[in-house]
């Protein structure tokens, strides 16, 4: 079996192909990432050891490239794990959402139609799903609620998940969706809530927390949601969206909270800052269908999870200081021109 993993040098395929490796130890892995500031290379380090690893420099929206990959490796299963991931830079600049979201999930699209993937495996976000009301907790994202996307970002990912949909539809391409809660563990960009509030903590600076840190989030530990896609890329029913949550609801308050205490920082370092533009209120994804169907349930409990992030991040500063000096970019350049 053959997979290639798009956006592998990332926080979440980073972590997949790890996970892969170790699950199926007779796989190929090939990496296509084209290593933009939230890709590290460094991430993949113990991976680039593995024969059975294999690391692609490129982009998913240069079609020729994408092509020629496809040709060369002649892939079994796709996962597509690249994109543009912050909501904060999509308000910023949405057009390299719209490129890499939109247009690269296109390319792999087209490729996987013509070389004759068996499967492309779509990962997805629940922000596709709008927010719900913070006064209403007895409401849940189900697969079959409408795309109310609020930010850029969203708004290119719902765009994905369609264009991955209508593939199926159309051309009947085995494709496969998942739309996943916010994730945390170790690899992930300090530009991200959990990751950005450790480092700062650390080096006792001020922690900015947006509005009054009410919105809610439901957290899951990024090893539950790499076995979710491992379950749904095998056994999963193609055409078929799969939500991947944990019912695991914080308040971004409280997740800073939980971080200065595990840490032994006084609360004062938290700073309210102005809200972020349509900040969306409230995650929250009703995993039943994944469950029920894939017997798909999240092993990692929070406090747990939290603990293993904060003492990676302890155990890592080398990583996150070379990514703030920038110094990961030249180790790139250095090892792949
Ligand atoms: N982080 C979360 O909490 C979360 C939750 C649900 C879904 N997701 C989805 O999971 C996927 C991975 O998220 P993440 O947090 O690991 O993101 P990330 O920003 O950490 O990593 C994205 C990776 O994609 C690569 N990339 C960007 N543009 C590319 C291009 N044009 N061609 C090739 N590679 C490119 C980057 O170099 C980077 O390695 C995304 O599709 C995201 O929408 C993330």
Redesign the pocket.
């Known amino acids: 079996m053959k997979i290639l993993v798009?956006?592998?040098?990332?926080?979440?395929?980073c972590n997949f192909v790890y996970y892969m490796l170790d699950k199926h130890t007779d796989y190929k892995i090939v990496c296509?990432?084209?290593?933009?500031y939230?890709?590290n290379l460094r991430s993949l380090e113990k991976a680039m050891e593995n024969p059975n690893f294999k690391f692609i420099k490129?982009?998913?929206?240069d079609k020729e490239l994408v092509n020629k990959v496809f040709e060369e490796e002649q892939f079994d299963i796709v996962v597509n794990?690249?994109?543009?991931?912050?909501v904060d830079r999509s308000i910023e600049n949405p057009f390299i959402f719209l490129e890499?979201n939109v247009m690269?999930t296109a390319c792999l699209l087209d490729a996987s139609k013509k070389y004759g993937v068996k499967r492309f495996h779509q990962?997805?976000?629940?922000e596709v799903y709008g927010d719900l009301p913070l006064d209403r907790p007895d409401l849940f994202f189900t697969e079959d609620l409408p795309l109310t996307a609020s930010s850029p970002y969203s708004a290119s990912?719902a765009s994905a998940d369609l264009l991955t949909l209508a593939f199926h539809r159309t051309y009947g391409l085995p494709v496969t969706v998942s739309r996943?809660?916010?994730?945390y563990g170790p690899y992930?960009?300090p530009e991200?809530l959990i990751p950005l509030m450790i480092v700062r903590a650390q080096e006792n600076q001020s922690l900015p927390v947006y509005g009054q840190g009410l919105n809610v989030r439901d957290w899951l530990y990024v090893d539950d949601h790499c076995k979710a896609i491992d379950m749904i890329i095998h056994n999963g029913k193609v055409g078929e969206v799969y939500n991947v949550g944990g019912h695991n609801e914080k308040r971004n308050i409280d997740v800073v909270k939980t971080i200065l205490s595990q840490l032994g920082k006084p609360e004062e370092l938290i700073t309210y800052v102005k809200d972020r533009a349509g900040h969306d209120l409230r995650y929250a994804i009703d995993p039943t269908k994944i469950s029920d169907e894939l017997g798909w349930h999240p092993e990692t409990a929070f406090d747990d999870g939290m603990k293993k992030t904060i003492q990676w991040y302890l155990d890592n500063t080398a990583w996150t200081d070379e990514i703030k000096s920038g110094e990961y970019a030249e180790y790139s350049k250095r090892i792949y021109g």
């Open positions: 798009t956006g592998g040098a990332g926080f979440i395929g296509l990432d084209s290593l933009t939230a890709g490129g982009s998913i929206s794990f690249a994109a543009e991931s912050h890499t690269g990962v997805s976000t629940d990912k996943c809660s916010n994730n992930q960009f991200k």
